[in-house]
């Protein structure tokens, strides 16, 4: 809650040691805030008070940041990584409004788009429940205290925008 990330191997084989730490960067933030994390392949992500992927070098214990981006907002939910893109969720500095967001991201791989948004939505009302993954329709799926139901689709991420609400009953 200060900044600091720990990765844990958890073996419950392990009678002597269930649990130890794999690796960890230090807490550097003077005050406490909520980080969300995701994890795929020894990728972790990382969203606070700005997002940031590390490399996870377990055999030598350690964290390595390969990148960082989006500084200074308040990320609000979890992160949610579909293939190359990481979707999250921010109140962006002097906006009332909530804002969805995919960055594309590298998974290990060397890639130039790493950082770039995908698509954007801002919600004008703060939002009733976390953001969804309908698996089903693979889309994700957002309801705002206005009652506005949001349900962006592949269509949408790969045109960049969704500008109309669904048409689906929330």
Same mark, same amino acid.
């Given at each position: 809650?200060r900044?600091?990330?720990y990765v844990f191997d958890?073996?419950?084989?392990?009678?002597?040691?269930?649990?130890?730490?794999?690796?960890?960067t230090?807490?550097?933030?003077?005050?406490?805030?909520?980080?969300y994390?995701e994890?795929?392949n020894?990728?972790?992500f990382?969203?606070?008070?700005?997002l940031?992927?590390?490399e996870?070098?377990?055999?030598?214990?350690e964290?390595?940041?390969k990148?960082?981006g989006?500084?200074?907002?308040a990320?609000?939910?979890p992160?949610?990584?579909?293939?190359?893109? $990481?979707?999250?969720?921010?109140?962006?500095? &002097?906006?009332d !409004?909530? =804002? +969805? *967001?995919?960055?594309?991201?590298? $998974?290990?791989?060397?890639?130039?788009?790493? &950082?770039?948004? !995908?698509? =954007? +939505? *801002?919600?004008?009302a703060?939002?009733?429940?976390?953001?969804q993954?309908?698996?089903q329709?693979?889309?994700?799926?957002?309801?705002?205290?206005?009652?506005?139901?949001?349900?962006?689709n592949?269509?949408?991420?790969?045109?960049?925008?969704?500008?109309?609400?669904?048409?689906?009953?929330?």
């Amino acid at each position: 809650d200060r900044g600091g990330i720990y990765v844990f191997d958890v073996d419950p084989a392990n009678t002597a040691e269930p649990v130890r730490i794999l690796a960890k960067t230090l807490p550097s933030a003077g005050d406490r805030f909520v980080q969300y994390v995701e994890e795929e392949n020894g990728q972790v992500f990382v969203a606070g008070r700005q997002l940031a992927r590390y490399e996870l070098q377990a055999s030598r214990g350690e964290l390595i940041r390969k990148w960082g981006g989006i500084e200074g907002e308040a990320f609000a939910g979890p992160l949610h990584l579909r293939g190359d893109l $990481l979707v999250h969720t921010r109140q962006r500095k &002097g906006r009332d !409004a909530t =804002t +969805i *967001e995919a960055t594309r991201v590298s $998974l290990g791989r060397p890639s130039g788009k790493e &950082g770039e948004t !995908a698509w =954007t +939505i *801002e919600l004008g009302a703060f939002p009733a429940m976390e953001v969804q993954f309908d698996k089903q329709r693979k889309s994700l799926v957002a309801l705002s205290s206005a009652g506005v139901l949001w349900d962006v689709n592949a269509q949408a991420m790969s045109a960049g925008l969704a500008d109309q609400v669904s048409d689906r009953a929330a």
